[in-house]
């Protein structure tokens, strides 16, 4: 099993950036699917989680600027960033709670982390 990340890169403040980040491999179901935030010096945060169901929440500094969803198809989920901040600056990334193949019980995955940079 894998997860892919993509879409960082260096954006101004008050942009956007969209991630994506893709899970592969021989994945029997995945409940839930989120994105954690990592920036210099500091620990790794939840940023965003969704459920199978839909359901979703939140870190307080991100709530009404960013949004996650995913698409169960394709075994994708989706960080859509507006209004963006210095301080969204950091490595992102994606997590699933899922079921592999062969496995008895569901496991959390994590993606190799893209960088995402805003500017003043």
């Known amino acids: 099993v894998q997860l892919q990340a993509s879409g960082g890169g260096l954006v101004q403040a008050g942009g956007s950036l969209r991630l994506s980040c893709a899970a592969s491999g021989s994945i029997v179901n995945i409940n839930a699917m989120g994105w954690y935030r990592q920036a210099p010096g500091k620990q790794r945060e939840l940023v965003a989680t969704i459920f199978t169901s839909g359901y979703t929440n939140y870190a307080d500094s991100v709530q009404g600027r960013f949004t996650i969803s995913r698409d169960n198809a394709k075994n994708t989920v989706y960080l859509q960033m507006s209004s963006l901040k210095p301080e969204d600056t950091a490595v992102y990334y994606c997590?699933?709670?899922?079921?592999?193949?062969?496995?008895?019980?569901?496991?959390?995955?994590w993606g190799q982390g893209t960088l995402v940079t805003v500017s003043s």
């Open positions: 997590n699933a709670g899922l079921l592999a193949s062969g496995s008895s019980y569901y496991t959390h995955y």
